[in-house]
C-alpha cells in the first residue's frame, strides 16, 4: 500500500501530472494546427500521425523532468554525500530534507557514518592503549631485569668478598627473578583477559579455608615489612564456585596493595562473613589520604601511587595488579570494590554463594 509521503506515490502523480500536461498540449497544439489549415486533405493527416506522438513524448519528458527534478537532486546529494564518507570523512552528515524513502537512507547513512567515526575512534583509543601497554611494560620489566643482571654480572665476576655477601648478591638476584616474574604474570593474565581469552577452572571451595590458608602463608611477609595482620572470621563454612588459584591471586594482590599504603602501626584487618546470597572478604588499612581522582585511577592499569613506589621494603609491580583483581572478580560473577575515607581503605571482594547450598537450603535437587 502506498504511503502519502512516499517515493513511488511522488514518482507515480509526477507521472500522471506529465500525462496529463501533455495531452493537454498535444490537444492545443492540434487545435491550433487545425485552425491554421486551409483543408483537411491526405498530408495533413499524414502530418498529424507523425508529430503528434513526437510533441506529446516531448511534453512528457519535459514535464516529468520538472516534476521530479528535486528527487533527482536528492538523489544526486546523497550519491555526493556517499562518496564523501567512502573516502573516509566520517564527519560528513548528509542533510535530511525530505521525509520518504529517501530520507530515511539519509537518516541510514549519516548513523553508518556515525558508526564508522565512533569505530575509527575507538581504533585510535585501541592504538593508543597498545602504545602505552608496550611503554608501560617495558619500563617495568627493565628496572628488576636490570638489577637481575647487575647482581648476576658480579657473581659472574666473583665480585663479593666474603661468603655473607655472596648470599646476599644471591638473594638480591633471587628476589628480582621473583619481581619478573610476578609482573609478567600479572602482564600474561591481563592481556588474556583483555582478550577475552581468560579460561577459567571452576569448583566449588571453601573461601573460610581458602582465605586461613592464603593469609598463613602472607603473615611472614607481613612481619618482614612490620605488619599486622587481624584476622576476623566471622562465618563457619563459606562455600563458593570458583576458580581457587586466581581468587588467591586477587587476595594477594589485595594483601601487598595492603602493605603497599599501610602507615604505622601498619595494622591490617582482614575480615570474613556472609549473608544468604554473597561471601564478603574484607582487606581494611590506615594509609594516606588521596584525592577522589586518585581514588577512581587505583583500579586502572599502570598505576601506582607515590607511596607505593617509595617504600623500598615492598616490591612495586607493574600496576596491574588491582585491575587484574577486578576483571577476575567479575570474571566470576563477583565484585571488587573500594571505600576510602580520610585514610582508610577497605577493598571488599564480593563473591556469590555456591548454588548448590542455595539449593540445599530451599530443598532442590
Not at 107 to 116: K, R
Not at 197 to 222: N, S
Not at 227 to 232: A, D, K, L
Amino acid at each position: 500500500m502506498l504511503q502519502w509521503r512516499s517515493i513511488r506515490y511522488s514518482f507515480l502523480w509526477a507521472a500522471v501530472l506529465a500525462v496529463t500536461i501533455s495531452f493537454v498540449v498535444t490537444g492545443v497544439f492540434g487545435s491550433s494546427v487545425n485552425s491554421t489549415a486551409p483543408n483537411y486533405g491526405l498530408e495533413y493527416y499524414s502530418f498529424m500521425i507523425y508529430v503528434v506522438p513526437v510533441v506529446f513524448f516531448v511534453v512528457f519528458i519535459i514535464s516529468f523532468y520538472l516534476l521530479t527534478r528535486r528527487i533527482i537532486m536528492y538523489m544526486s546529494i546523497l550519491a555526493d554525500g556517499l562518496g564523501i564518507i567512502s573516502q573516509g570523512n566520517f564527519h560528513y552528515r548528509v542533510p535530511i530534507s525530505r521525509k520518504d524513502e529517501l530520507g530515511e537512507v539519509a537518516a541510514s547513512m549519516n548513523a553508518m557514518a556515525e558508526q564508522l567515526e565512533s569505530q575509527k575512534v575507538k581504533e585510535r583509543e585501541n592504538e593508543a592503549s597498545k602504545m602505552e601497554l608496550i611503554i608501560g611494560v617495558s619500563h617495568d620489566l627493565r628496572t628488576p631485569l636490570t638489577s637481575l643482571i647487575g647482581y648476576l654480572d658480579l657473581l659472574r665476576k666473583r665480585s663479593f668478598q666474603d661468603k655473607s655477601e655472596y648470599e646476599r648478591f644471591v638473594n638480591n638476584a633471587y628476589s628480582k627473578g621473583e619481581q619478573l616474574k610476578k609482573l609478567i604474570d600479572d602482564l600474561f593474565i591481563y592481556t588474556r583477559l583483555s582478550a577475552g581469552h581468560m579460561k577459567l577452572t571452576r569448583q566449588e571451595v571453601d573461601m573460610r579455608g581458602l582465605t586461613e590458608q592464603v593469609l598463613f602463608e602472607f603473615v611472614p611477609i607481613a612481619e618482614e615489612n612490620d605488619s599486622v595482620i587481624r584476622q576476623h572470621i566471622r562465618v563457619l563454612r563459606a562455600p563458593v564456585n570458583i576458580d581457587s588459584e586466581q581468587v588467591v591471586r586477587i587476595i594477594d594482590n589485595l594483601l601487598m596493595n595492603a602493605l603497599k599504603y599501610s602507615t604505622p602501626p601498619k595494622m591490617i584487618d582482614v575480615t570474613l562473613s556472609r549473608d544468604e546470597s554473597w561471601v564478603y572478604l574484607t582487606i581494611e588499612n590506615e594509609g594516606e589520604c588521596i584525592t577522589k581522582e586518585q581514588e577512581a585511577k587505583l583500579f586502572e592499569r599502570f598505576y601506582k601511587t607515590e607511596q607505593a613506589m617509595q617504600n623500598r621494603h615492598v616490591q612495586v609491580g607493574a600496576g596491574l595488579g588491582l585491575a587484574v583483581a577486578r576483571q577476575l572478580s567479575e570474571l566470576m560473577d563477583g565484585r571488587l570494590t573500594l571505600v576510602h575515607v580520610s585514610g582508610h581503605y577497605a577493598f571488599t571482594l564480593q563473591l556469590p554463594i555456591s548454588y548448590d547450598e542455595v539449593y540445599e537450603k530451599f530443598g532442590v535437587n
